[in-house]
Every structure is written in C-alpha cells, then in structure tokens.
C-alpha cells in the first residue's frame, strides 16, 4: 500500500506564509507527477500546482505569482510554499501522487492524502 501524510496547515491571518509538506510511504518504485488541490467548503476540489518527476511545474491562475511547488524525489515528498495569502485560499489541502509501485512498468495509480486545513483570516 502506499500512504501519503500532510502537514504544514493552519491559521494564519491574510498576508501570511505557510509551508505545506506531503510525504509519500510504502511500495514505490518511482513517483510520476505530484500535486496539490483544494476543496473549500460547497466547492469542488480544484488544482493548485502540479509537478513532474522532471521538475516541470504547473499552477492554476489564482496561486500564480504566490505559491510555489517543489518536490524532493529521494524523499518522495512534495511541498507548497504559499507567501501573500487571501481568505479564498482557505479550504483543505490534499496531495496527491501518480505512483509507479514495482517496476517503469507497473500501471501507475494515483494516490491521495488525507487533506490538510488552510484558514485565512482577514
């Protein structure tokens, strides 16, 4: 099985940073992409940012210009820095991962965390 495991959320007033952890256990052979997306209360879940096993990253518009993702392969971890936070950040964070169990060849399966809330205050 493989477990992925959030950490970094909190309360934090409008302006304010947080780093978001993610860290992925269990069989791995190898992590494709990895990500981060949001649900906010009556909304559904939405991408943030994603990045490839090359480091290519990619951001919705609203997080543009404030949030950066970062990945550190050997840990098989992902991470979120967001700096100038707004209230309509807040919602809860999940990571996920396109994981390649055994071998190049296994069918890679996509796994989720357990979600992370986010609150800014205004």
């Known amino acids: 099985q493989v477990q992925l495991v959030e950490s970094g959320g909190g309360l934090v007033q409008a302006g304010g940073s947080l780093r978001l952890s993610c860290a992925a256990s269990?069989?791995?052979?190898?992590?494709?992409?990895m990500g981060w997306y949001r649900q906010a209360p009556g909304n559904e879940r939405e991408l943030v940012a994603t990045?490839?096993?090359?480091?290519?990253?990619n951001y919705a518009e609203s997080v543009k210009g404030r949030f950066t993702i970062s990945r550190d392969s050997a840990k098989n971890a992902v991470y979120l820095q967001m700096n100038n936070l707004k209230p309509e950040d807040t919602a809860v964070y999940y990571c996920?991962?396109?994981?390649?169990?055994?071998?190049?060849?296994?069918?890679?399966?996509?796994?989720w965390g357990q979600g992370t809330q986010v609150t800014v205050s205004s």
């Open positions: 990045i490839s096993s090359g480091e290519n990253s």
């Open positions: 996920n991962a396109d994981v390649l169990r055994y071998s190049p060849f296994s069918v890679p399966n996509v796994y």
């Open positions: 269990g069989s791995i052979f190898r992590i494709n992409n």
